[in-house]
């Protein structure tokens, strides 16, 4: 059984950082773009970045250039998403995802995680 599990999410503070971490198993990822999506309360789904097999290439929606940085360990099956100078807007649910080819349209993902909440307050 295939299974993605994102963790790391939580309260922080604007400015704040936090990393999340998604964890596969069940198959290995290792030619898969790996990807990150959000969804805030009564907002779509909104495309956060993704990273290539090789880790040759990162891609990310103009809101989180420069703030978020995306990393992928092939060996432990685990992709990560730094996030630096976190903003009340950033709340949401966190996805982690898997697809065949690098893309920002999250139905070409065959596989998702459970999500992860992040909270940006004071």
């Known amino acids: 059984q295939v299974q993605l599990v994102e963790s790391g999410g939580g309260l922080v503070q604007p400015g704040g950082s936090l990393r999340l971490s998604c964890a596969a198993s069940g198959r290995t990822f290792s030619s898969y773009t790996m990807g990150w999506f959000r969804q805030a309360p009564g907002k779509e789904r909104e495309f956060v970045g993704f990273i290539n097999w090789s880790n040759t290439q990162t891609y990310y929606a103009d809101s989180m250039k420069g703030r978020f940085t995306i990393s992928r360990d092939n060996a432990k099956n685990t992709w990560y998403l730094q996030m630096n100078s976190l903003k009340p807007e950033d709340t949401a649910v966190y996805y982690c995802?898997?697809?065949?080819?690098?893309?920002?349209?999250?139905?070409?993902?065959?596989?998702w995680g459970q999500g992860t909440q992040v909270t940006v307050s004071s």
């Open positions: 995802a898997a697809a065949r080819r690098p893309t920002e349209v999250w139905s070409e993902y065959a596989y």
